[in-house]
């Protein structure tokens, strides 16, 4: 389990203050030496960002290694934040961009549908833009449509990797 340093959900429910609850999700798709530092790089840097600010709750850092963003299924992190999120324990979900959130656009766009109506917000670093931003939808889809392209773009070269090796012997 990758959670880092958690603030105990009873605390959270006992707790009388005004503070933003808020973590921070973080994924690489590859367990290659430059993705893990970029991994270990998101967690630090998002874990030093909460605790700075005095009107946070320091909830933890979500993050999933090797795992595929095309999909939510076996990305075991990434969905227990969304269940917390759900449950009222999380109140901003900062992450790096939308394509470490998601590659797919209709899971970008249903799962910040669902969070919206719980009251949670996602905030994207390298667009610069919050889940709550009017023109979020027409954003998400043309960046998260990007993100999916490259997803396919990649699988493709590599597939087509395999079957020339294979056939050069």
């Not at 909830?59 to 934040?81: L, N, P």
Request: hydrophobic share 40%; proline share 2%.
């Amino acid at each position: 389990m990758n959670i880092r340093e958690i603030t105990p959900i009873p605390s959270l429910v006992q707790s009388q203050t005004k503070k933003r609850n808020v973590c921070a999700y973080a994924r690489v798709s590859t367990g290659k030496d430059m993705a893990h530092l970029s991994f270990d790089t998101q967690v630090q840097a998002y874990t030093k960002q909460i605790l700075a600010n005095p009107d946070w709750n320091f909830i933890g850092v979500y993050a999933d290694e090797g795992k595929s963003g095309t999909s939510t299924e076996k990305r075991t992190q990434f969905g227990m934040m969304i269940d917390f999120a759900k449950s009222g324990f999380i109140d901003l979900i900062l992450t790096k961009s939308i394509s470490r959130f998601a590659r797919s656009v209709v899971d970008t766009l249903s799962i910040l549908n669902e969070l919206k109506q719980c009251g949670v917000e996602v905030w994207f670093e390298n667009e610069n833009i919050s889940s709550f931003d009017s023109k979020i939808e027409f954003v998400i889809s043309v960046l998260s449509g990007m993100a999916e392209e490259e997803a396919r773009n990649v699988s493709e070269n590599v597939k087509w990797n395999v079957r020339k090796r294979f056939s050069e012997g």
